[in-house]
Nanobody, 127 residues
């Protein structure tokens, strides 16, 4: 069992940057695929980004590609989401997710690809 705790949300202006962190406890993250999802009010939870065990492979939703960067530090048992050039439509609750099953490409997009979830920090309106 792995527990995930997100942090780093805050108030930011459009065009600004934030970095979210996801710290794990209970298990080492080094053998987990990690993902970030987000859910805006009244909308479905959607895939944002994912990273492979080693960190070599990363995947992004088209809406964030070129603006967001997912990374991991297995020694710190932490995954990050660097968000740059933020837009008002990026406002959402962001969730960290993990799974021991490997995935690639679109296989990392579904919520069903992840067994473990954090509670999600709020990224307030960036307008």
């Amino acid at each position: 069992q792995v527990q995930l705790v997100e942090s780093g949300g805050g108030l930011v202006q459009a065009g600004g940057s934030l970095r979210l962190s996801c710290a794990a406890s209970g298990r080492t993250l080094s053998r987990y695929v990690m993902g970030w999802f987000r859910q805006a009010p009244g909308k479905e939870r959607e895939f944002v980004a994912a990273i492979s065990w080693s960190g070599i492979r990363t995947y992004y939703a088209d809406s964030v590609k070129g603006r967001f960067t997912i990374s991991r530090d297995n020694a710190k048992n932490t995954v990050y989401l660097q968000m740059d050039s933020l837009k008002p439509e990026d406002t959402a609750v962001y969730y960290c997710a993990a799974d021991v099953r490997d995935c690639s490409g679109y296989g990392c997009y579904p919520r069903s690809a992840y067994d473990y979830w954090g509670q999600g920090p709020q990224v307030p309106d960036s307008s």
